[in-house]
C-alpha cells in the first residue's frame, strides 16, 4: 500500500506481486493504468533491486556488502539532480543497453537484455522489446515515490 509517496512492502504484497508479474509476463498484459505500472514497479523493485538498494533504497540491501562498490542511494536522485526527477535518464541506466557516459563506470546489471530474456514463448522481438521496456518504466515509476527532498 501506498503511503505518503511510500510503500510498505511484505509478504502478502510480494506474493500478490509476483502473482500479478507472472500473469503479466505470461499473457503479454500491459499495464492498463497508473496504479498497474505502480504495482508492477513495486514488484520490479523488490525481485530485482532490493537485495542491493535496500527496502527503501538507501543502498543497505542484504547483499551491499558483497559489493565492490555500495549501491546508490536512491532515494537521493532528484536532489542530485537539482530537484528535478530524471525519469529518461534512469530509464537507460536501468536498462543498461546503451552507454550513458555521464554515469560513470557501469557496476550493476544490464536490466534491459535480463528483462528481454525472461519473456516466454516465441515472439522475441518486438513484443519482448515492449515488456522490457514496461518494465523498466514501472521500476522507474516506482523509484519516483522513493525520493526525498
Do not use: K
Request: negative net charge; glycine residues 14%.
Amino acid at each position: 500500500m501506498r503511503t505518503g509517496g511510500r510503500v510498505l512492502v511484505g509478504c502478502s504484497l510480494t506474493l500478490t506481486a509476483v502473482g500479478f508479474a507472472a500473469i503479466l509476463a505470461a499473457t503479454g498484459a500491459r499495464a492498463e493504468d497508473e496504479d498497474d505500472a505502480f504495482h508492477l514497479g513495486v514488484i520490479e523493485y523488490e525481485l530485482s533491486c532490493m537485495a542491493c538498494h535496500g527496502l527503501e533504497g538507501r543502498g543497505d540491501g542484504p547483499d551491499a556488502g558483497q559489493l565492490d562498490v555500495r549501491p546508490a542511494d536512491l532515494t537521493q536522485i532528484a536532489r542530485r539532480n537539482g530537484g528535478t526527477f530524471p525519469a529518461d535518464g534512469l530509464a537507460l541506466y536501468i536498462d543498461g543497453r546503451a552507454m550513458v557516459g555521464a554515469h560513470g563506470p557501469r557496476e550493476m546489471p544490464v536490466w534491459g537484455d535480463r528483462y528481454r530474456a525472461a519473456v516466454p514463448g516465441e515472439d522475441e522481438g518486438a513484443e519482448a522489446e515492449r515488456i522490457a521496456r514496461e518494465r523498466i518504466e514501472a521500476l522507474v515509476l516506482y523509484i519516483e515515490t522513493l525520493q526525498e527532498p
